[in-house]
């Protein structure tokens, strides 16, 4: 697994597959692998997918101090950079959705298409409610977990497992670990304002909806302020990577392969 310095922080990344660059961002959570490796194959049928493990995720390492989303915006170009595979495609998700509009912006000649996923222009008031509920609960493993997934899912997904139990693990990829809470405390402060503007690659920005994480009106905003974007929703829960996988790995496909 490749392995770069960033700053204070050393990020792993893999590559898999052949094809047009492909770079996949997580966003809260363990990482990379844990977000988008179920769909790494599905994606690696026609592109060479990079998935980088930011600072925050389980495998990356670093000074422990509190995240930005331009610190992230470089750890994204670096790796860009140092696989060599740009201009790249681009897709962030939830978090990660700020974190690759911020790398567009910061360093428009990496990248040729960008794709976030339940992302978002600025907090507000709701998240940061919703982040302190959160919070409030990290000494209690199990339920941090289910405070997030059940905001995460869909009521429909939710009903779909068998019991209670199943219910519980959705929320234990979630732990309040030292990299978790950082990256939910940087949730509460990103504000993109100054630079999206700034973006030049086409965008398409999906919208998981109703989204009772990162409503859709944040990726509303997020597009009406990329200047050449596109808008689509997807009937889903915030978690669409994981209720709508199929659905979601089409659209992509269909916006980064047309001509």
Known sequence: MPTISVGNSRVHYTVTGEGPALVLVHGVGKGGQVTFGHLVEDFARRNTVILPELSGSETAEDDGTALT?????????????HAGLGPVDLVGFSLG??????????????????????GLVKSDLYIENLIGL???????????????????FS????????????VE???????PSNGRIRQLEL????????????VEAETLVLAPYPDAAVPAEHSRELAAAIPNSSYTEIDSGHMVIFERPDELVQLIQDFIHRA
């Not at 959160?134 to 995460?152: I, N």
């Not at 693990?169 to 732990?175: C, D, P």
């Open 169 to 175: 693990n959705l929320g234990s990829e979630l732990s």
């Open 134 to 152: 959160t919070l409030s609960q990290k000494h209690d493993a199990k339920a941090f977990g289910r405070v997030l997934s059940t905001t995460a």
């Open 97 to 118: 959705g700020a974190v690759v509009a911020a790398t567009a912006a910061l360093h428009p000649g990496l990248v040729r298409r960008l794709v976030p996923i339940g």
């Open 155 to 166: 009521p429909r997904y939710i009903r779909t497992r068998p019991s209670l139990s199943d």
């Open 69 to 81: 989303v331009e610190q992230l915006a470089d750890e994204v170009a670096a790796v860009i950079e």
């Open 187 to 198: 949730l509460v402060q990103v504000d993109i304002r100054d630079i999206v503007g700034k």
